[in-house]
């Protein structure tokens, strides 16, 4: 039998809110669909998938840099040191993953407070999804949730 909900610590209660209410970033995907090229992915089976989705698509490289992607703090309560693994191939966060041109970068964060956050660098190359973690690239395998296994 699993805790009652009123026994969980706060950083636990979140992350349970966060799963069962999830709050979908449907304003900024109707403003980036506005753009003339982006590529947009949600990140619900994991980051890792989700941008060797993308790099498969576009056929390019993407390179994430491991200290930009956002992390809860309480992510990183609940996990310690594995936060940063759950989030490359856990699943079921409504966040968003995409590309866009860097003209286009420029111009939505010119209007004040950024609505994005901007983790890693698109290359021409075949398609796959490097990480990059303390200056050394790691290739990440396309592996996350995946509901029909």
């Not at 989705?53 to 390019?60: Q, R, T």
């Not at 290739?139 to 296994?149: A, C, I, Q, S």
């Amino acid at each position: 039998k699993g805790k009652d909900f009123n026994e969980y610590k706060k950083h636990e209660k979140f992350l349970v809110e966060r799963h069962q209410l999830p709050n979908p970033r449907v304003e900024i995907g109707r403003i980036l669909s506005t753009l003339s090229r982006v590529s947009l992915n949600d990140i619900s089976d994991g980051i890792s998938s989700e941008a060797n989705e993308i790099a498969e698509a576009s056929g390019v490289t993407l390179t994430l840099n491991a200290d930009e992607l956002p992390l809860s703090k309480e992510l990183s309560e609940y996990a310690g040191e594995r936060a940063l693994n759950l989030a490359l191939y856990g699943g079921e966060d409504f966040e968003l993953i995409g590309t866009m041109s860097s003209d286009d970068w420029n111009i939505l964060n010119q209007k004040g407070q950024p609505l994005l956050k901007k983790v890693g660098y698109v290359t021409a190359g075949s398609p796959k999804v490097m990480l990059n973690k303390e200056g050394a690239l790691i290739p990440l395998e396309k592996k996350g949730y995946n509901h029909f296994k």
